[in-house]
């Protein structure tokens, strides 16, 4: 099970002209729209669970097992999240995090035999009636950063927000557990040859999109320290 450790950072001028000195590569630009939804309670995003859509697949991002604590979290720099992608897995974490009983939810979506899991699984989830929070579309530049002796890469996304908000994201995956430590090793030398001196949080897309769009639902992921 892959985590992703990620540092945001600001965007300025100067960014892509350190990411070509220090030898980034360019693997290229795409757009995508994400859906993000929860219950009328924010019962997922209220345990920092974020379901989304994304261009019509459905991905899960919840905290990593060494991300639960909420003071370890607030002094960390990089997040580390699990994000899962495979709609059955989605369905178990979510029965587990919001507390729906088995028993309702075996008669819907069966099992890994049937036709199409994808339709199922939306059919599932519909009765869950969860709701679409937030809708905006992100125009994404790619980079790819390699270290000698080291196959693994470090990736570094240039965000675009359609409502107006850029961030920039130093990005690692690892399997869950020991190699964190070398992951935020990385991480930092990146953002040191980034001339990223901060060690201050950098706010992510949802953040400014809650601020600025869901004042009340933003109002309630501090009071629970999500945010
Ligand atoms: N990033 C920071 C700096 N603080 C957080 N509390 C979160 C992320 C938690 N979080 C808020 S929205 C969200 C997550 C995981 C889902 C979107 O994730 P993000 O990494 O911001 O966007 P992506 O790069 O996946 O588009």
Known sequence: MSVEVERKFVCDSQVLEKLKDIGAVCLGQNEFKDQYFDSADFTLTLKDFWLRKREGSWELKRPAASHLNAEKRAQDVCTKYREITEVLQIRAELIAVMGISTERTSDSLQTEQSKDVHA????????????????????????????????????????????????????????????????????????????????????????VYLQRFRPDHYAELLKAHVM
């Open 120 to 207: 199922e699984f939306e059919k599932w989830l519909q009765d869950l009636k969860l709701e679409c929070f937030a809708e905006f579309t992100t125009v994404r530049c790619s980079y790819a950063l390699g270290y000698e002796g080291d196959d693994r890469k470090v990736r570094v996304d240039l965000d675009q927000a359609d409502f107006g908000y850029c961030v920039g994201e130093i990005e690692v995956l690892v399997s869950e557990g020991d190699e964190m430590t070398s992951a935020m090793q990385y991480i930092e030398k990146t953002a040191q040859k980034l001339g990223l001196s901060s060690q201050k949080k950098t706010q992510g897309k949802m953040h």
